[in-house]
């Protein structure tokens, strides 16, 4: 079995849904952080220059959406067959096209532009989105079960986790029925359960 090493900062960001497909995987890795000082020492030597990064043995990966998608595919997290795998990409394809709008909060160095934005992302684009995946969910067993196929996926995992990253940061509608009862089974995942007990928020 290969030794993995996920690189990052002491943030959740764009690593938390890899280490949290990595502990439902029940698979062993190093959880580097990089205080940021260190990160300077340490970014000439990063395939892009960038975090997170993944070594696999003496094998860096660069890219979150291309790590994710590895852990996942390796483990069992990826769907079973090219249709589910197709439908895990959609959904990573469309909280990807929501993320752009929360991100885009972060970065707004103007106060006024920035509340703004937040007040579209609570009154308007989040609703959105949760209306989406509601839809979206309901097609598979009528929501009451897994995004793709009979168990937990990369796809229910990254969900959550944005709901969990943008709620930190931004008051969230309340979810639709099935999203909700989705977002109560990834957080009750036994190993998930135990890893945010440990985690401690």
Known sequence: ???????????????????LAFVVAGQSFEDKRFPMEEWQTVKPTMPQKQLPCLQVDGRLIPQSGAIMRYVAREFG????????????????GTAEDFLKSAIAIHYEKDETKKAELKKDLEENKLPQFFSLLEDILKENDDGDGFF???????????IY??????????KLPAFPPKLGG?????KNHPKIKEYLAKRGD
Not at 1 to 15: E, N, Q, V
Not at 148 to 158: R, T, W
Not at 182 to 186: F, G, K, N
């Open 161 to 170: 986790d944005i709901t969990d990253q943008v709620g930190a940061a931004a």
């Open 182 to 186: 989705l977002i109560d089974r990834v």
């Open 77 to 92: 997290l990826y769907g079973d067959n090219n249709d589910e795998n197709t439908r895990v990409d959609v959904i990573i």
């Open 148 to 158: 793709v196929g009979k168990k937990i996926s990369l796809a229910d995992i990254m």
């Open 1 to 19: 079995m290969p030794a993995y090493k996920l690189m990052y900062f002491d943030t959740k960001g764009r690593a938390e849904v890899i280490r």
